[in-house]
């Protein structure tokens, strides 16, 4: 059982941390301390770790593709061009595999789903995210989320939700919903909804062990003024971003990438 | 007694609520909510707004000089142009006004300080943080903070000041400083170390008045988990840079910018 999720956002913005959290293992070794006399890359870099977990009772052959230097750049104009290559090429990838005389056992490395960080300014989607996500929504299932949503209140989240939800309607950006169909049970219909109502997930990772005032364990960050969990639904949507990836529409995200998303490459591909 | 105060850093960062923080009032008339639709500005735009405020009984003429577009776009190669071409346009408007048979009093519209906002990655310093800094310290009187420093722990607020010193040396920026006289006392010796310890200063900013758990009501941001107050210089630096800006080093600023900063410009530019 193959999930492969492409991470995609600028530095600083909490991605390994996210990673790291979500699948509740250190999956990144540790980064080492920059050199400030490093020379910085002078592109966009592809990074895979690849893992197997096992999500209720469901085993899991993971892998997270990371995307260092995405976004870090003084010009970023073609901060996109290599991410898109990888998707197109694991597209090809499959391609090939299919076209083979022997195809039993494909080897699917496409990508099922992209959690694109958008930096949590409050106002709205940046020019470089407009740019990128509009280059993605048509190649894989693209999951925007609100980064580091620690650092705005209930009421600066539920304004920079609704703004960017405007933005991506605007700029017609297609994110990723699970389909409903016509003889979903009540029940599935009303946790479809509570899980998407929350888009773009804010969340918030961490991976340390803290004390909350009222003496509990969990995962989060300590402050001095207080303690965000990061499993608490009243903290942040780290919760509901877990259920979509790895519970509720793990086959969603596949399945859509295997009969929407590649099948619209391939034709395109074919016929040009 | 006029200041002249530059805002530099990218959308987002708390610019705006900083400034009116700073002066404990609405400096700015509130953003318009902006229209998805919108075309967003393609170069970054100057806009001014004066005061006169009071400060410890001294009367300022207080000029806060925004930047917004800095740092937004997808290519920020010429980002810092139109801030340069300001500040060495008030050298030579005073270059100007210096000539003049008649100089009795001189409009000192001169930049005294440039607060140059950090996004709080918790990593270093970016490389246009690192490009604009370099474009400006030999111009104007270069204090860096760290954005939405509640947006990190006491331990992250430690390694990045750190970091970003670090690469602030290996750059060979020049950051402001007092000057330290030989006949200092004591007290403004500790005073002075006291303040530039803290360098970078770690902000947080607000106009919003909230109760604290412990029925106080402050200046500050209310979250789920806690309420950081802008005045605690247990949660934050603000009253650091508030002491820096406006009431211990007012004269060293102006002075640094008059005697320094103005007369190099001058040299190099009747020497050129
Ligand atoms: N406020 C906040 N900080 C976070 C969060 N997640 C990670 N961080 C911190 O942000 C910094 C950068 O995190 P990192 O995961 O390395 O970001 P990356 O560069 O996007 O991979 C570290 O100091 C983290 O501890 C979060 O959800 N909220
Ligand atoms: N976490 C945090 N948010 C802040 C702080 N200052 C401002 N904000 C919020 O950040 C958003 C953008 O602030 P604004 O002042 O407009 O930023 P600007 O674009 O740099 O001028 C708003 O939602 C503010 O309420 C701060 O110190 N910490």
Known sequence: FNLNVLIVGESGLGKSTLVSTLFNNDLYP??????????PPKTVEIQSV????EENDVRLHLTVIDTPGFGDFVNNSDSWKTIVDYIDKRFDNYL???NRVNRTSINDTRIHACVYFIQPTGHSLKPLDITVMKKLHKKVNLIPVIAKSDTLTDEE??????RILADIRHQEIDIFAPPQYEN???????ETHEIMS???FA???????V????GRTVRGRSYPWGVIEVDNEEHCDFVKLRQLLVRNYLEELREKTAHTLYENYRTEKLSS
């Open 30 to 39: 540790p980064k080492p301390r920059k050199d400030p006399a490093a020379e």
């Open 50 to 53: 690849t893992k197997d977990i």
């Open 96 to 98: 090939d595999a299919e």
């Open 198 to 200: 929350k888009v773009p």
């Open 184 to 190: 979903d049970d009540a029940e599935s219909v009303t």
């Open 211 to 214: 004390q909350t005032a009222d």
């Open 157 to 162: 989240i539920e304004n920079f939700k609704r």
């Open 203 to 209: 969340i918030v990772g961490s991976t340390q062990q």
